[in-house]
């Protein structure tokens, strides 16, 4: 809890009202710079981020914390994520509008629940697509967050930079563990892909 | 390019062309190491989609996994976290 106040905190209030609101209006994406997952700035900003959320974790060594030891950790790397997204993507709003509502959900004044719902649902052109195309684009809709309602060509470009921003946080994620553990484990193996 | 201003027959329904969708599918394609790897120009849109989702799944798998090697290295001892906040500092 105090690290999600703490990454609100970072934001001016306004600026990131500002950048709820407008996120849903913007809709032409050539206008907006994309985040460059794959440079080592990038990863090397996620890293620092996430150890400063992984400090307020807290730690017991009782087997019956293990689990939620874990939830937190995996909400914090996925809330740095998305916070690192800026507002551009659907998915990355998705998970901190997610991760809100269920930390805040008693404390807000002014109810978010409408947030992946904001969007009008666009009718795909039936006739392009098969039902088994159709059936597949639903499945990956349910596995990028915020994304069940959006157009076929949204859902595609969502997908695109979701799993760029996946495989960093995996590339993050794991050479924290190596710098603790020591021996390198080998995941995605790609250390000069940046 | 908007295609946006062009007649449309659903109102207020954007038309999406196809080139538009074959350059998507192609940029996904070239992050999906299975289809990348194989080199082969005869992937169906519903290949990539398929395969899209199996890899997310294997992301998804793979920071689950992390973050519950993180916990468990976290748990077991206080200076973990020096260590990395340490190794850390000393990168830059």
Same mark, same amino acid.
Do not use: G, T, V
């Given at each position: 809890m105090a690290s999600l106040i703490s990454y609100l905190n970072l934001e001016e209030e306004s600026k990131r009202k500002k950048l709820w609101k407008t996120g849903y209006e913007? !809709?032409? !994406?050539?206008?907006r710079p994309e985040t460059s997952w794959r440079s080592e700035s990038e990863q090397r900003i996620y890293s620092t981020k996430l150890v400063d959320a992984l400090r307020l974790v807290r730690r017991n060594p009782s087997a019956a914390d293990m689990v939620s030891s874990f939830r937190e950790i995996r909400e914090a790397a996925d809330r740095v994520l998305a916070v690192e997204a800026k507002g551009r993507t659907r998915w990355s709003r998705a998970i901190l509008a997610s991760q809100l509502r269920l930390r805040l959900a008693n404390n807000? +004044?002014? +109810? !978010?629940? +409408?947030v992946t719902g904001c969007s009008r649902p666009k009718r795909l052109e039936k006739k392009r697509f098969s039902p088994t195309l159709q059936r597949k684009a639903r499945l990956l809709s349910r596995l990028v967050p915020g994304c069940r309602k959006v157009s076929f060509p949204n859902l595609l470009e969502e997908a695109t930079d979701y799993i760029a921003a996946l495989e960093m946080q995996v590339r993050a994620m794991t050479a924290l563990t190596e710098l603790v553990t020591g021996p390198p484990v080998d995941r995605l193996g790609s250390t000069s892909n940046s | 390019m908007s295609s946006r201003r062009s007649r449309t027959r659903q109102p207020g329904c954007s038309r999406i062309s196809d080139d538009q969708i074959n350059d998507l599918v192609s940029k996904l394609q070239q992050l999906l190491p299975e289809i990348r790897d194989r080199r082969s120009d005869k992937v169906s849109a519903g290949n990539v989609l398929q395969e899209t989702c199996n890899y997310i799944r294997s992301l998804h798998k793979e920071v689950d996994d992390l973050s519950e090697r993180l916990s468990e290295l976290l748990a077991s001892t206080d200076t973990a976290q020096a260590a990395i906040i340490r190794s850390l500092l000393k990168q830059k």
């Open positions: 913007l !809709r032409d !994406r050539n206008s807000m +004044k002014h +109810k !978010r629940a +409408k | -």
